[in-house]
Structure formats: structure tokens, C-alpha cells
């Protein structure tokens, strides 16, 4: 079992960045395929990057490539979310979640644990 805790959220400009983080407890943490989801108000949750577990892997949602970068620090228990060039429509609670299956699922049913989420808002 894995606990989440996300961090790093908050106002920013359009154009601007953030960078997100998520603390995983357990000693297990690189035998868990990590991905990062966001739900804005009104809409359902939807996956943004994923990023399997020791070979650095990475898939993106077309709404954020070339913008967004997901890593992991597996000695850290660690995996963040650097996004940079920021939009308004990027505004949403940004979720950080675990899974063992191996692949990077782009549902959010696939994934087991869940972290409490952080709000990241971009105004124009």
C-alpha cells in the first residue's frame, strides 16, 4: 500500500510555471507506475502524465506535451510535475495516483491509491 501527499500548487499568471510534487510513503514506491490527473470543476478527471517505474517511460495527454514534464526520484519516494508555459484551461485540481499494473493507464479507474489533490489556478 502507498500513501500520496501532493504539493506545489497555487495562483498562477498565463505564462507562467509551477512545479507540482507528490511524497509517496512505503518502501515500494518503484514498483508503482505513477501518474498525475486533473479534475476541473464540472468536468471529469483526465489523465495528464504518466511515467513507469524504473525505466523512465513517459506518456502525456496531447493537452499538455511539450509544455508539462513528468519525473520520479525512486531513492526519494518522489515524482513531479513541472509545467511551464501555463494556460487559463489548465486550472483544475491536480491529482497525484499510484498503480502496480505496469502500464500507464490513461483511465483514473486503474488506479489503486490517490492522493488529496492540490488546486492549480492560472489566470489570464
Known amino acids: 500500500q502507498v500513501q500520496l501527499v501532493e504539493s506545489g500548487g497555487g495562483l498562477v499568471q498565463a505564462g507562467g510555471s509551477l512545479r507540482l510534487s507528490c511524497a509517496a510513503s512505503?518502501?515500494?514506491?518503484?514498483?508503482?507506475?505513477m501518474a498525475w490527473f486533473r479534475q476541473a470543476p464540472g468536468k471529469d478527471r483526465e489523465f495528464v502524465a504518466g511515467?513507469?517505474?524504473?525505466?523512465?517511460?513517459?506518456y502525456y495527454a496531447d493537452s499538455v506535451k511539450g509544455r508539462f514534464t513528468i519525473s520520479r526520484d525512486n531513492a526519494k519516494s518522489m515524482v513531479y510535475l513541472q509545467m511551464n508555459s501555463l494556460k487559463p484551461e489548465d486550472t483544475a485540481v491536480y491529482f497525484c495516483?499510484?498503480?502496480?499494473?505496469?502500464?500507464?493507464?490513461?483511465?483514473?479507474?486503474?488506479?489503486?491509491?490517490w492522493g488529496q489533490g492540490t488546486q492549480v489556478t492560472v489566470s489570464s
Open positions: 495516483a499510484a498503480d502496480r499494473s505496469g502500464v500507464i493507464d490513461h483511465s483514473h479507474i486503474a488506479y489503486d491509491y
Open positions: 512505503g518502501r515500494t514506491f518503484d514498483t508503482y507506475v
Open positions: 511515467i513507469t517505474e524504473s525505466d523512465r517511460i513517459t
